[in-house]
């Protein structure tokens, strides 16, 4: 079991930046690929970032390519998202999820490939 706690989200202007965390207890944190997903309101919720176990490989949706970066600890047990030259339109919910068999290319944007979910953390960006 893994309980994953999501902080650092807030309202930021357009251009400013944001680093959300994601804090994961339990002993396997560094066995489980990790994502970052969003939902904005009105809108399915979509895949934004994922790595895995290692760190060494990442993966990213084209909208934020470029401005985003994930990275992780697994000496603190945590998920980092940087997210820098925030537009509005990244305006929403930010979840971090864990996947028991990892992520790959062909499996990280999938909703269903994660075992475990935070409660989310709100960025609301303005212009």
């Known amino acids: 079991q893994v309980q994953l706690v999501e902080s650092g989200g807030g309202l930021v202007q357009a251009g400013d930046s944001l680093r959300l965390s994601c804090a994961a207890s339990?002993?396997?944190?560094?066995?489980?690929?990790m994502g970052w997903f969003r939902r904005a309101p009105g809108k399915e919720r979509e895949s934004v970032a994922a790595?895995?176990?290692?760190?060494?490989?990442?993966y990213y949706a084209d909208s934020v390519k470029g401005r985003f970066t994930i990275s992780r600890d697994n000496v603190k047990n945590t998920v980092y998202l940087q997210m820098n030259s925030l537009k509005p339109e990244d305006t929403a919910v930010y979840y971090c999820?864990?996947?028991?068999?990892?992520?790959?290319?062909?499996?990280?944007?999938?909703?269903?490939?994660?075992?475990?979910w935070g409660q989310g953390t709100q960025v609301t960006v303005s212009s």
């Open positions: 339990g002993r396997s944190f560094s066995n489980y690929g």
């Open positions: 999820a864990a996947a028991v068999y990892g992520v790959n290319m062909g499996t990280y944007y999938l909703s269903s490939n994660y075992n475990y």
């Open positions: 790595i895995s176990t290692s760190g060494r490989l990442t």
